[in-house]
């Protein structure tokens, strides 16, 4: 039976690539929470237009719903998934085993990064503005200044790269995850991949972790 992943790591760690990359070579099911919840507002179910209505008075869709769709629209018994951006919690890690792991075998790959390259990383991030091309101001520079070498678009600096908000974001993040690892490694379901690695080789640990 397939091994089911949960992806936890920092925004910046490159998660999303290797996400990418697994749906790609070994056929995985990526499950954004965010998608399934737009998803299921397009399609007006009763669940859907709770949704809508919790969303349009911009508050947050519970932990319930969230299980509740993840639960419709997942079939492990019939594939591998990746859950992403969901736990963010604790809670939400132990009611993902109790409604939607269940027995099925699962692996938690957390994407290992210090903050302070992380930082350093999302500050000096630039995207274009026309294409989305992203660059990095020190490890992937556009060849002129400003402009984006595939298609001459202006580069952009997200307004929430800034380094005070990004330092929030990362502390947050901090905070939130230490009692979520702990949680998996006490599980004996934890795998740390290093994620200052080459993109091919942390592609390369996450597979071998998954057989
Ligand atoms: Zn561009």
Known sequence: MSIQAIFLGAPGSGKGTQAK????????????TGDLLRAEVEKATDLGKRVSDIMSRGALVSDEIVLELLKNNC??????????GFPRTI????ALDEV???DFPSKAIYFDISLDVLKERLVNRRTCGDCGAIYNLVYKSPKTDGKCDLCDGPLV?????????????????????????????QKQRLIRV???LKPAE??????VALE
């Open 21 to 32: 990359n697994l749906v790609m070579d070994l056929n995985f099911n990526h499950v954004s």
């Open 194 to 196: 290093d994620a200052g």
């Open 157 to 185: 600096d997200r307004k929430d790269d800034t380094e005070e908000a990004v330092g929030n974001r990362l502390n947050v993040f901090k905070e939130t995850i230490d009692p979520i690892l702990e949680y998996y490694e």
């Open 202 to 207: 942390i592609l390369e640990k996450v597979k």
């Open 91 to 94: 809670d939400q890690a132990k």
């Open 100 to 102: 939607v792991l269940k």
């Open 75 to 84: 079939d492990l018994s019939n594939g591998a998934y990746i859950f992403d």
